[in-house]
């Protein structure tokens, strides 16, 4: 049982499916908003922060692609579900692009659809035990505040005093004057997921291991889901993603994640 009631947005143009939808999720005890194109969905993701959007694909105005390329480009966290015709072809890589968690093919039945958004809520909402910061190669990951920092003499870089300050009283430091941080913008399930490598660092994980742990016991993906968000990781954490040198293929099993280069085997 949620100890509060999380808020759904439900962004939808077909009116059965979203009627439909929001009284399912009250029922099941959700706050639920609700749109019917992309411009709308896009304002009220923005200013009334869900904890998670429902986001059909095809929508007026904008498509739901473009709407989750949005929010996540503003900084926002909140997990995005695609919810996506059979007939349309869900472009999963290019979605999982654009910053989506998690997708459902119309027509879904209502207690999938329930058991998906439940689970990845809790997801979201689970406090572990442990560092609340991990540091790698270059990389600061904070787990209070949610985000990947790269520490680097690159120009493009916009470190403020104020991101430095905080990189400072989350613990360990690795930040000294004059550095530069970046900002890597991680999707919701990318942060997840890089969280429980650095938790389980060194460590070979299975497929089935990872999808349980971090997509929880409600998620029906397949491993292939797995595989696009290892490879979106690798894109934005490995210097060369075609031969990564942190997380590592481990074959027959699944993956594991080192956080020196030296320490590959
Ligand atoms: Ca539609």
Request: charged content about 30%; overall charge neutral.
């Amino acid at each position: 049982m949620p100890d509060h009631k999380h808020r759904i947005l439900v962004v939808e143009d077909e009116a059965s499916i979203l009627l439909g939808l929001k009284e399912n999720l009250e029922v099941a005890g959700y706050e639920v908003l609700t749109a019917t194109d992309g411009p709308s969905a896009l304002k009220l993701g923005v200013e009334a922060r869900p904890a998670l959007i429902l986001l059909d694909v095809m929508l007026p105005g904008m498509s739901g692609y473009e709407v989750c390329r949005k929010l996540r480009e503003q900084g926002l966290q909140m997990a995005i579900v695609m919810l996506t015709a059979r007939q349309e072809e869900f472009d999963k890589l290019h979605g999982f692009e654009m910053g989506a968690d998690d997708y459902v093919t119309k027509p879904f039945s209502v207690g999938e659809l329930l058991a998906r958004v439940k689970a990845i809520l809790l997801r979201g909402g689970r406090q572990q035990a442990g560092p609340r910061v991990y540091e790698f190669d270059v990389f600061l990951l904070d787990l209070e505040e949610r985000v990947l920092k790269k520490k680097g003499p690159g120009s493009r870089v916009q470190g403020s005093g104020k991101k430095m300050q905080r990189a400072r009283d989350a613990g360990p430091v690795i930040a000294a004057e004059g550095d530069r941080w970046e900002e890597i913008v991680l999707t919701r399930t990318e942060f997840d997921l890089l969280a429980y490598f650095c938790a389980n660092e060194g460590k070979a994980l299975s497929r089935e291991r990872l999808m349980n742990d971090v997509w929880g016991t409600g998620y029906f993906g397949t491993q292939r889901s797995l595989d696009s968000f290892v490879a979106s990781l690798r894109s934005k954490i490995e210097k060369k993603p075609g031969e990564p040198t942190h997380i590592l293929t481990v074959h027959g099993v699944g993956y594991k994640f080192v956080g020196k280069e030296e320490q590959r085997t």
